[in-house]
């Protein structure tokens, strides 16, 4: 049985992420869900007790990116994958992204068809790194623990995974073929953040000058 770690922030903006605890929940590929609650209202979004889930509650938004490397360094197994809490797909592909994958192709993301696609019958592909525009790459990503680098507490909300991509040493690949549900963006395409995501673009841009 393959032992997978699942990272999730969230500030409850989607529907979307009651269905998808719940399948995790289910799924006997996942070993435990370390839900990352950055707006601190748990119970009032989610009156249930969790079987397999790790909430951790910072008392204030830490956003994305500073969220996903918390809960990598928190997980408890190699096999480690960071999901957007908008998405919803068949988690039978868990099973497909075993130790034995996750060591031959590295960081896996997803591929921009999966979206549109009603296809699920999934292919992996490495892809050549000079290629950093595959939208969506960053919605769900699977990897080992060791091919994790830190993403910079500077960049809060977007670019994380373009930094993962640019500074990975292990191969970077996307999962085709496979269909994953989502409204795209549900919280971070809210204004409030503009100011924020212009920040981010800076300050990623200036580590690669």
Known sequence: MNRLSIVIPTLWKSKRI??????????????????????NEYYKHYDKILHKVNLIQPGQNIFVNPAWNLGVKLSKNYSVAL???????????????????????????????????????????KEDKRNIQRF?????????????????????????????????????????NFKIETDMSTTSDDTIWNSRK???????RSLFQ
Do not use: Q
């Open 18 to 39: 009651h269905k998808l605890l719940d399948d995790l929940i289910k799924c006997s590929d996942v070993d435990e869900i370390i839900l990352i609650d950055n707006s």
């Open 83 to 125: 999901l957007n809490d908008d998405i919803n797909f068949n988690t039978s592909i868990l099973k497909f992204l075993n130790p034995y994958r996750l060591d031959r192709y590295g960081i896996i993301g997803m591929d921009t068809s999966n979206y549109t696609t009603d296809n699920e019958a999934p292919i992996i592909c």
């Open 198 to 204: 212009s920040e981010d673009i800076k300050n990623f």
């Open 136 to 176: 969506g790459w960053g919605c769900f990503i699977a990897f080992d623990k060791k091919n994790w680098v830190d993403i910079p507490d500077n960049i809060k909300i977007w670019c994380g995974d373009d930094f993962l991509r640019i500074v990975c040493k292990c191969p970077i690949s996307y999962l085709t």
